[in-house]
């Protein structure tokens, strides 16, 4: 079981930076590849980023690749979302989510592959 929880949320002007960290809980973090997602109101969740257990392989969505920065601290068992030259679109609920990291296979862009979900923190990017 791995319990995760995310923060670092809040209000922002447009092209302004916050870094959002996602805090696991369990023994065998090292093991799980994390992703972010987020969801604006009223929209579905998307994929925003993921890192591999290692931390070596990153990969992340059109929409914040250059902006966007996926890392972790396996040490402290946490994952960091770095937000640069943020934008009003940026805004939405953020949510981390693991799941066991499984030798050949993808990392995973659709939230039906990760296992365990964070309850989010809001990021709201004011014009």
């Known amino acids: 079981q791995v319990q995760l929880v995310e923060s670092g949320g809040g209000l922002v002007q447009a092209g302004g930076s916050l870094r959002l960290s996602c805090a696991a809980s369990?023994?065998?973090?090292?093991?799980?590849?994390v992703g972010w997602f987020r969801q604006a109101l009223g929209k579905e969740r998307e994929f925003v980023a993921t890192?591999?257990?290692?931390?070596?392989?990153?990969y992340y969505a059109d929409a914040v690749k250059g902006r966007f920065t996926i890392a972790r601290d396996n040490a402290k068992n946490t994952v960091y979302l770095q937000m640069n030259t943020l934008k009003p679109e940026d805004t939405a609920i953020y949510y981390c989510a693991a799941h066991a990291h499984i030798p050949g296979e993808a990392m995973g862009v659709f939230s039906y592959e990760y296992d365990y979900w964070g309850k989010g923190t809001q990021v709201t990017v004011s014009s």
């Open positions: 890192i591999d257990w290692s931390g070596r392989s990153t």
């Open positions: 369990g023994r065998t973090f090292s093991s799980y590849t």
